[in-house]
């Protein structure tokens, strides 16, 4: 691809004609992305460790009543949540398709002694198992998959979950995602980072598709020595609180609970929700 392709691309495109995600899975993106998840100055890959030990204290306490438990985290990065969680004396599973997270889990898993079950898979295709307390999928991710296989991930959750398990999804709430749609377009340079080792231009724009409530963002990356353009996109499929509730009684849970924000948070953003899915 080059600069004309740019100039002449379509002017708005389809949720999900154009690519699914950031390239999560693939091996040197996924080395750079592990920088990101453990930079403790900034949450955007995964929130930095003091706030992620709140969030596990309140599922401990809260979700799991402080019982050991077996949990599956879908999704789980590099591991933070599941390595607290075993230390705390939950039995745990986490999985992911990013390389570097999944290597850099079970390196810290066997320096602590910690057990956990860590697989390198997609969630669309993994076997879940059985026998859970909580299957949970934190920060946002959910919102990435096409709805067929958001669902698929809520039912083959609820079949993985025991009798009175639980599931929990934090994901990205409906007014984020429609005002990330209406971002204007944007471009940073870069001398290297998370979107290539070499100096860069990235250039962005965002969509918001009103059929399919979802928003869409175009990236180009232009390696600054050769002018090579490198095409992505990512999609959120934005979701009612109405549409949730329903999609999770239609898999088979029998109560679902909103939380506008993780419990005890100062975050007012709106950006998150958590959604709590009794089996
Ligand atoms: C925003 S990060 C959150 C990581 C972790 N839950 C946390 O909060 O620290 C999203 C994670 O989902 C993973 N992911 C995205 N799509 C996936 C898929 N289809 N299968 C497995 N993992 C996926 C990414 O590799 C990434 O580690």
């Not at 994901?171 to 290539?196: E, I, M, R, V």
């Amino acid at each position: 691809m080059n600069l004309k392709d740019i100039v002449n691309r379509s002017e708005i495109p389809i949720p999900w004609t154009e690519g699914e995600k950031i390239p999560w899975d693939e091996p040197a993106f996924s080395q750079r992305m592990l920088r990101e998840h453990l930079s403790q100055e900034h949450d955007a890959a995964s929130r930095r460790f003091a706030i992620i030990d709140q969030h596990v204290t309140w599922i401990h306490t809260t979700l799991l009543k402080e019982q050991p438990s077996r949990l599956l985290d879908l999704g789980c990065g590099p591991g933070f949540y599941v390595s607290r969680l075993a230390i705390l004396g939950h039995t745990c599973t986490g999985v992911d398709f990013s390389p570097a997270s999944i290597e850099y889990a079970k390196k810290r898993n066997e320096e602590q002694y910690t057990g956990i079950n860590l697989f390198q898979h997609d969630v669309r295709t993994f076997e879940y198992g059985s026998g859970y307390d909580l299957v949970m999928l934190i920060y946002g991710e959910f919102n990435t998959f096409r709805k067929p296989d958001a669902r698929s991930i809520l039912k083959k959750a609820q079949d993985a979950l025991k009798e009175d398990g639980r599931l929990l999804i934090e994901l990205n709430s409906y007014s984020c995602l429609h005002n990330f749609g209406l971002t204007a377009p944007g471009w940073h340079a870069a001398p290297g980072g998370l979107f290539s080792a070499q100096p860069y231009l990235f250039l962005e724009e965002s969509f918001w598709n009103e059929e399919l409530q979802a928003a869409t963002r175009r990236m180009y990356v232009i390696d600054a020595a050769s002018g090579d353009v490198q095409q992505m996109a990512d999609n959120h499929q934005a979701y009612t609180k109405d549409d949730l509730r329903l999609m999770a009684i239609e898999c088979g849970f029998t109560k679902v609970e909103f939380h506008a924000n993780w419990p005890g948070q100062m975050d007012d953003s709106g950006d998150y929700l958590l959604m709590v899915c009794q089996k």
